[in-house]
């Protein structure tokens, strides 16, 4: 029997928003009613506190739909189709889709990024750059920061923001080519269990869980949801390389569908990976070797552990004013020893591959992160003259701490660059060569205001000021101690047009800030430089087509780093602001339905970034060279068609263009590359449904993740199968 509930406090997309149909062939599966979920917490994300009919919760899935329509975030009160700013939204319907199991494979298709290897100093975990600079430091989860250095799995999402240009005005500092912003999956009425089995050809075994109840005992509202992973897989055409996780992650909410609702929430995500650090360059190219070379140890290993405790609050007072307020205390540990592969120097091309030995580079450290953060804002209405306002005002306070101990070795045994041998047992001696104490406490105030003149014409105004506090101390001989404070606005203007009620035109401008300790990491070099700063220009549009099924976005941007920090030709031991870095852009991008059956994703980004100015030090980026990691082409096209009410197939390319692993020196660049994507699915019952994704079918060899350092070549062709089941 179907239940049905009413949502008296709910907000309901824009009227001119066509509701999105059942798709049959997803019926029984879990990622459609979780995508059926989505819909529901997109609609609360609206403007006023309205009425909405009741929602009936039947034994079908809605289907999953690739067009999103407004923000999770509360600070963009507006729909996506009104916001003057390029966002783009990897909805969960999509990363079930592609048959995607982790973070960076969910972001690769996404304009304007493009994947980074994990860093040869104290970064692992996901690494990207968005728009030409580095985003690996703005990532956050439901709206507060997420940096831990650990390899995030998309189980427990219900899509992925991806908000482009600086956003300092919204996140406080960083966001230089803007940020990456993962939404939770939450509590429901409904009520469901749901999983998913998964084998591939790359030795993947995966299990998800995704189960919810609605709790009465605890009052009309309240609900609980858990969802959980286990994950093991290699990398096709790749040796030894393993990734191994586990997560779990419980909710429970009350007061939905009332005016005061509580979250409560944790994540807990834990990984024992064998990490791959790829291979080197050689005279500035990949090395001419076997894609499935591997030049660590079978005993590297990389151990994190990630436990995320929230608690969210949100009260209206009333039709005009909504109160939210969300809490986070977050631990990130990690234990790692991986190894880099380093080519000696006097290599030359007439050097036999056979005759060089790789220098195995080994990256040890222990660390621990933890992150504590609230933040408070209020939504207010009103109207002045006739002229109505939206403005959303709030502060932020945080402490952040980072303990990391690094050790070198010496006496590591090298390995061959044509054959090398992973089973060699490790050797080598370790010395602690540093143990720092960091620490960080940041303060936020910020207040935006979209003023709605008319119909057809807005205008957003925002300011923000932060302060960000910072020291460092590094407590091994010789010992050190650096602290410095940051003060500094952000500012946010732009004005829409909206020439129909289905389309809008804007014109943009924001700041933001990167302070010399952004990471936690404060030396000598940086201890007495000013932030770097950082504006974007930006002119789009978008439409909502065919019925408001099809969302299609275009801008033109220009991002520019003023003062970046680059290396003082008087002493090459401190840093000096004497770098201008621009990125001069394009970005086109469809999502959603062209008919009920036929659906797409698509996206292309031109970039042209350069380095305007620079120092004339020895190590200092080369004038006039592309920035670091910024293909000027990239292009994705993923598209699904229902056959039948049973079968749907599906199928994609991904482009990248040529890469600059470092723009330092000797550059070193990597080639452009394609691959080609398949999926079928197959519906057996109302509850049950197959799925089979072969990825790279053509079995290209490309290098997917680039350092200046190293690559890490990307997966040959995989086959995936799985199974979904509802109740």
């Given at each position: 029997?179907?239940?049905?509930?009413?949502?008296?406090?709910?907000?309901?997309?824009?009227?001119?928003?066509?509701?999105?149909?059942?798709?049959?062939?997803?019926?029984?599966?879990?990622l459609?009613?979780?995508?059926?979920?989505?819909?529901?917490?997109?609609?609360?994300?609206?403007?006023?506190?309205?009425?909405?009919?009741?929602?009936?919760?039947?034994?079908?899935?809605?289907?999953g739909?690739?067009?999103?329509?407004?923000?999770?975030?509360?600070k963009?009160?507006?729909?996506?189709?009104d916001?003057?700013?390029?966002?783009?939204?990897?909805?969960?319907?999509?990363?079930?889709?592609?048959?995607?199991?982790?973070t960076?494979?969910?972001?690769?298709?996404v304009?304007?990024?493009?994947?980074?290897?994990?860093?040869?100093?104290?970064?692992?975990?996901?690494?990207?750059?968005?728009?030409?600079?580095t985003?690996?430091?703005d990532?956050?989860?439901?709206?507060?920061?997420?940096?831990?250095?650990?390899?995030?799995?998309?189980?427990?999402?219900?899509?992925?923001?991806?908000?482009?240009?600086?956003?300092?005005?919204?996140?406080?500092?960083?966001?230089?080519?803007?940020?990456?912003?993962?939404?939770?999956?939450?509590?429901?009425?409904?009520g469901?269990?749901?999983?998913t089995?998964?084998?591939?050809?790359?030795?993947?075994?995966?299990?998800?869980i995704?189960?919810?109840?609605p709790?009465?005992?605890?009052?009309?509202g309240?609900?609980?949801r858990?969802?959980?992973?286990?994950?093991?897989?290699?990398?096709?055409?790749?040796?030894?390389?393993?990734?191994?996780?586990?997560?779990?992650a419980p909710?429970?909410?009350l007061?939905?569908?009332?005016?005061?609702?509580?979250?409560?929430?944790?994540?807990?995500?834990?990984?024992?990976?064998?990490?791959?650090?790829?291979?080197?360059?050689?005279?500035?190219?990949?090395?001419p070797v076997?894609?499935?070379?591997?030049?660590?140890?079978?005993?590297?290993?990389?151990?994190?552990?990630?436990?995320?405790?929230?608690v969210?609050?949100?009260h209206?007072?009333?039709?005009?004013?909504?109160?939210?307020?969300?809490?986070?205390?977050?631990?990130?540990?990690?234990?790692?020893?991986?190894?880099?592969?380093?080519?000696?120097?006097?290599?030359?091309?007439?050097?036999?591959?056979?005759?060089?030995?790789?220098?195995?580079?080994?990256?040890?450290?222990?660390?621990?992160?933890?992150?504590?953060?609230?933040?408070?804002?209020?939504?207010?209405k009103?109207?002045?003259?006739?002229?109505?306002?939206?403005?959303?005002?709030?502060v932020?306070?945080?402490?952040?701490?980072?303990?990391?101990?690094?050790?070198?070795?010496?006496?590591?045994?090298?390995?061959?660059?044509?054959?090398?041998?992973?089973?060699q047992?490790?050797?080598?001696?370790?010395?602690?060569?540093?143990r720092?104490?960091?620490?960080?406490?940041?303060?936020?105030?910020?207040?935006?205001?979209?003023?709605?003149?008319?119909?057809?014409?807005?205008?957003?105004?925002?300011?923000?000021?932060?302060?960000?506090?910072?020291?460092?101390?590094?407590?091994?001989?010789?010992?050190?101690?650096?602290?410095?404070?940051?003060?500094?606005?952000?500012?946010?203007t732009?004005?829409?047009?909206?020439?129909?009620?289905?389309?809008?035109?804007?014109?943009?401008?924001?700041t933001?800030?990167?302070?010399?300790a952004?990471?936690?990491a404060?030396?000598?070099?940086?201890?007495?430089?000013?932030?770097?700063?950082?504006?974007?220009?930006?002119?789009?549009?978008?439409?909502?087509?065919?019925?408001d099924?099809?969302a299609?976005?275009?801008?033109?941007?220009?991002?520019?780093?003023?003062?970046?920090?680059?290396?003082?030709?008087?002493?090459?031991?401190l840093?000096?602001?004497?770098?201008?870095?621009?990125?001069?852009?394009?970005?086109i991008?469809?999502?959603?339905?062209?008919?009920?059956?036929?659906?797409?994703?698509?996206?292309?980004?031109?970039?042209?970034?350069?380095?305007?100015k620079?120092?004339?030090?020895?190590?200092?980026?080369?004038?006039?060279?592309?920035?670091?990691n910024?293909?000027?082409?990239?292009?994705?096209?993923w598209?699904?068609y229902?056959v039948?009410?049973?079968?749907?197939?599906?199928?994609?390319?991904?482009?990248?263009?040529?890469?600059?692993?470092?723009?330092?020196?000797?550059?070193?660049?990597?080639?452009?590359y394609?691959?080609?994507?398949?999926?079928?699915?197959?519906?057996?019952?109302?509850?049950?449904?197959?799925?089979?994704?072969v990825?790279?079918?053509?079995?290209?060899?490309?290098?997917?993740q680039?350092?200046?350092?190293?690559?890490?070549?990307?997966?040959g062709?995989?086959?995936?199968?799985?199974?979904?089941v509802?109740?």
């Amino acid at each position: 029997m179907a239940q049905q509930y009413t949502q008296p406090h709910t907000r309901p997309r824009p009227e001119n928003r066509s509701p999105v149909s059942k798709r049959s062939l997803l019926a029984g599966t879990a990622l459609a009613l979780v995508l059926g979920c989505a819909e529901t917490k997109t609609a609360m994300a609206q403007d006023a506190p309205l009425q909405l009919p009741p929602l009936s919760v039947e034994g079908t899935a809605t289907g999953g739909d690739y067009k999103t329509d407004q923000s999770t975030l509360t600070k963009l009160p507006e729909p996506l189709l009104d916001t003057p700013q390029s966002i783009t939204v990897v909805p969960g319907q999509y990363i079930q889709d592609r048959g995607i199991t982790n973070t960076s494979d969910a972001l690769r298709t996404v304009p304007g990024v493009s994947l980074a290897a994990g860093e040869a100093g104290a970064g692992q975990g996901n690494s990207l750059t968005l728009r030409g600079f580095t985003a690996r430091n703005d990532i956050f989860l439901d709206g507060m920061r997420d940096f831990g250095g650990y390899y995030r799995d998309p189980f427990n999402y219900e899509e992925i923001e991806v908000l482009k240009g600086p956003s300092s005005i919204l996140f406080g500092r960083g966001s230089t080519g803007g940020v990456v912003n993962q939404v939770s999956k939450t509590p429901l009425l409904g009520g469901f269990t749901a999983g998913t089995l998964a084998f591939g050809t790359d030795n993947t075994k995966r299990l998800t869980i995704d189960a919810d109840t609605p709790v009465p005992a605890l009052g009309d509202g309240a609900a609980f949801r858990i969802d959980g992973m286990v994950h093991d897989a290699q990398v096709a055409g790749r040796d030894v390389g393993e990734a191994r996780r586990f997560g779990i992650a419980p909710s429970l909410a009350l007061g939905l569908g009332t005016p005061t609702r509580l979250t409560v929430s944790y994540l807990h995500q834990a990984e024992d990976d064998i990490p791959d650090y790829g291979l080197p360059f050689l005279l500035g190219s990949p090395a001419p070797v076997a894609r499935h070379n591997f030049y660590g140890f079978k005993s590297d290993y990389l151990r994190t552990e990630a436990d995320i405790a929230t608690v969210k609050l949100e009260h209206d007072v009333n039709d005009a004013v909504t109160i939210h307020n969300q809490l986070r205390y977050a631990n990130y540990h990690r234990s790692v020893r991986v190894t880099e592969p380093q080519l000696p120097t006097g290599v030359t091309a007439l050097t036999p591959l056979s005759l060089i030995t790789v220098t195995r580079n080994e990256i040890t450290l222990n660390s621990t992160e933890t992150y504590l953060d609230n933040q408070t804002d209020v939504t207010l209405k009103f109207a002045t003259a006739g002229i109505r306002h939206i403005v959303v005002t709030g502060v932020e306070l945080s402490r952040e701490t980072s303990e990391p101990t690094r050790f070198t070795f010496t006496g590591v045994p090298g390995t061959s660059l044509a054959n090398p041998n992973p089973n060699q047992a490790f050797a080598g001696t370790s010395t602690v060569t540093s143990r720092t104490d960091a620490a960080a406490v940041s303060f936020g105030i910020y207040a935006l205001d979209v003023i709605k003149f008319n119909e057809q014409w807005e205008f957003t105004g925002g300011i923000r000021f932060d302060r960000f506090d910072s020291s460092v101390n590094q407590t091994i001989a010789p010992s050190a101690a650096f602290s410095r404070i940051d003060e500094m606005p952000s500012y946010r203007t732009s004005l829409v047009y909206k020439p129909q009620p289905n389309g809008s035109i804007y014109v943009a401008w924001g700041t933001s800030f990167n302070p010399s300790a952004e990471t936690l990491a404060l030396t000598a070099a940086t201890a007495n430089i000013a932030p770097e700063k950082n504006e974007t220009y930006e002119i789009g549009s978008k439409w909502d087509l065919f019925a408001d099924r099809l969302a299609l976005r275009g801008a033109i941007y220009r991002s520019e780093k003023m003062n970046a920090r680059v290396t003082d030709p008087n002493n090459p031991l401190l840093n000096i602001l004497g770098g201008d870095f621009e990125v001069d852009g394009l970005e086109i991008e469809a999502a959603g339905k062209i008919t009920e059956q036929w659906q797409v994703y698509a996206g292309y980004s031109l970039m042209d970034s350069k380095v305007v100015k620079t120092s004339t030090a020895v190590g200092a980026p080369i004038l006039g060279a592309p920035l670091a990691n910024a293909p000027q082409n990239t292009f994705n096209l993923w598209t699904t068609y229902d056959v039948t009410k049973q079968v749907e197939v599906g199928g994609g390319v991904n482009y990248v263009g040529k890469r600059i692993g470092r723009n330092t020196g000797q550059l070193t660049s990597v080639p452009d590359y394609y691959t080609i994507d398949l999926m079928a699915k197959y519906s057996l019952t109302e509850h049950v449904a197959l799925q089979l994704n072969v990825t790279n079918i053509l079995d290209a060899y490309y290098i997917d993740q680039v350092h200046p350092a190293h690559i890490v070549p990307g997966a040959g062709r995989t086959a995936l199968v799985s199974t979904s089941v509802r109740f």
